[in-house]
T-cell receptor, first 113, second 112 residues
Framework: NAGVTQTPKFQVLKTGQSMTLQCAQD?????MSWYRQDPGMGLRLIHY???????DQGEVPNGYNVSRSTTEDFPLRLLSAAPSQTSVYFC????????????FGQGTRLTVV | TQLLEQSPQFLSIQEGENLTVYCNSS?????LQWYRQEPGEGPVLLVT?????EVKKLKRLTFQFGDARKDSSLHITAAQPGDTGLYLC????????????FGKGTKLSVIP
């Protein structure tokens, strides 16, 4: 079972560059989300989606865009990378059911120099 | 203000020892989840507790949800090196109650 697949696993960007982090799930989950994980800060929600065509902001959305054209895919775009965006990014998916389990990808380690 | 406070932040113990980690809040929750994250991997769900006072066991791990549903604890008996990882508590919050909010976690190292 593939579950939640994130690509790439590692990326180095120069300040000002743009890129897209890919996330795909094969479990037909309605809900998908992006988190960033920084030392001492835990996992913080960036953006989320409750279905195709519907997205909303989480706790730390500035500098990031998302779209949800299909149930399976939820890419995260960095418009103009900054050193403050150096982090590990996780994509997660789940059913829209109370107390449900969230499934996470393996993460993308991004360094902005 | 952090919704979930986890303690301790770091814990290093010898193999075979027992330990307890805590997740506290001033808010009341309908449920609480515990995840474990190993280095280089995403978090994986261990358990969901939904009833005040509930105790759930998963092999050597015992999870308890506080009577007032504001806090939870995770107790590990006879820790093993395979228990090493980051333990995260999480609750569903936000307008639609589908947003999962995490504590900062307890980083556990079990030394052989």
């Amino acid at each position: 079972n593939a579950g939640v697949t994130q690509t790439p696993k590692f990326q180095v960007l120069k300040t000002g560059q743009s890129m897209t982090l890919q996330c795909a799930q094969d479990m037909n989950h309605e809900y998908m989300s992006w988190y960033r994980q920084d030392p001492g800060m835990g996992l913080r929600l960036i953006h989320y989606s409750v279905g195709a065509g519907i997205t909303d902001q989480g706790e730390v959305p500035n500098g990031y865009n998302v779209s949800r054209s299909t149930t399976e895919d939820f890419p995260l775009r960095l418009l103009s990378a900054a050193p403050s965006q150096t982090s590990v990014y996780f994509c997660a998916s789940s059913y829209l059911v109370k107390n449900t389990e969230a499934f996470f990808g393996q993460g993308t380690r991004l360094t902005v120099v | 203000t952090q919704l979930l406070e986890q303690s301790p932040q770091f814990l290093s113990i010898q193999e075979g020892e027992n330990l307890t980690v805590y997740c506290n809040s001033s808010s009341v929750f309908s449920s609480l989840q515990w995840y474990r994250q190993e280095p280089g991997e995403g978090p994986v769900l261990l358990v969901t507790v939904v009833t005040g006072g509930e105790v759930k066991k998963l092999k050597r791990l015992t999870f308890q949800f506080g009577d007032a549903r504001k806090d939870s604890s995770l107790h590990i008996t006879a820790a093993q090196p395979g228990d090493t990882g980051l333990y995260l508590c999480a609750v569903y919050s936000g307008a639609g109650s589908y947003q999962l909010t995490f504590g900062k976690g307890t980083k556990l190292s079990v030394i052989p």
